[in-house]
């Protein structure tokens, strides 16, 4: 069976580049455009992995991150932050919400797929 992977952004073209990308490599795509719809599907459907934009209306992903951690599916699921925010402050608060790894915008679909399956063995 595919894995599953939620990606979360509120950028469509974002949102359909990395499902493009994903999905051309077997894995099942769930999409939400803020972090809050995130949350609702991530709690419908358990997934894989999650992939996440920092900056978005509702609910930002760090938010997102803290709110997954909490729920007992997702302690341990990996969780990557998908964003244009690149500075180490930044990626020390991704790193205390939980966040498995970090990945800038604009991104590679090669090294993308790379973190991926790092990510799910």
């Not at 894995?3 to 359909?16: E, N």
């Amino acid at each position: 069976m595919a894995k599953s992977i939620l990606t979360v952004d509120d950028s469509g073209s974002i949102r359909q580049m990395v499902s493009f990308t994903l999905k051309g490599a077997g894995y099942e795509v769930i999409e939400a455009a803020d972090g809050q719809e995130g949350l609702d599907k991530a709690r419908q459907k358990s997934v894989d992995l999650v992939l996440t934009d920092q900056n978005m209306p509702r609910m930002d992903g760090l938010t997102l991150i803290k709110t997954l951690r909490t729920l007992p599916s997702y302690r341990t699921t990996p969780i990557l932050m998908l964003t244009t925010e690149s500075g180490d402050a930044m990626k020390m608060q991704g790193r205390a919400a939980g966040a498995t790894g970090w990945l800038v915008k604009p991104f590679d679909p090669q090294k993308l797929l790379e973190v991926v399956k790092k990510c799910l063995g």
